[in-house]
């Protein structure tokens, strides 16, 4: 499903169920090891989604841990990003010489819960919501707008190891192409220099699942 809206130059895995086969390196068992079986599965099925999409890059099986703020920890020479919710887990890798960063996210396609979507957006955000609504109410552009927010937080995290704020973003959905603008509101220098100004990012429903991803080319 995720592949639909990545680019070629990355690879993705995603899963609707829990495989048997998925396992856990003792380092990342021990990250989850108090949590409760239903986190334990999430966390168990999403790496091995990543395990599947690295070996694609021919790179070995390895404990991914997390760092800072939870992100994981990829292996020298990839970024990639990871998600999951009910009934759907999803893991995205490039090689870094390729692909600067990665943001996927997935959510249930349901409508936000009372007082979030409020809390998440810029008034400029929900003035545009309530076009997209109004034209086709079938789909649940809030949902949408949280989850494209959430695939710019995680590509913007590994190039800036700064938070970014829900409100520090302003996101513009395309419904025709199925996609998305983010601008940022905020100072976007990177770790390499550069400046990041905002992202472009493709969404998708699908089976009851939002996808949102963003891949930075170089």
Known sequence: MIKQILPSEVVAVDVREDPPEATLFPEEEALVAAAVE?????????????????????VPPSPLLRGERGAPIWPAGIVGSMTHCAGYRAAAVGRSEVVSTIGIDAEPHDRLPDGVLDAVSLPAER????????????????????????????????????????????????????????????????????????????????????????????
């Not at 609504?133 to 800036?160: M, N």
């Not at 603008?181 to 905020?186: G, K, T, Y």
């Open 38 to 58: 239903k986190r334990r599965r999430e966390f168990r099925t999403v790496r091995h989604c990543a395990r599947l999409a690295l070996a694609e890059l021919d």
């Open 127 to 218: 003035v545009r919501h309530a076009a997209l609504a109004g034209a086709d109410a079938t789909v649940h552009w809030d949902r949408i707008l949280f989850s494209a927010k959430e695939s710019v937080y995680k590509a913007w995290f590994p190039l800036t190891g700064r938070w970014l704020g829900f409100e520090d973003a302003d996101i513009t959905i395309d419904a025709e192409a199925g996609a998305f603008q983010a601008r940022l509101l905020v100072p976007g220098d990177t770790a390499e220099g550069l400046y990041l100004t905002g992202f472009a990012g493709r969404w998708l429903v699908q089976d009851g699942v939002v996808t949102t991803a963003i891949a930075v080319l170089r």
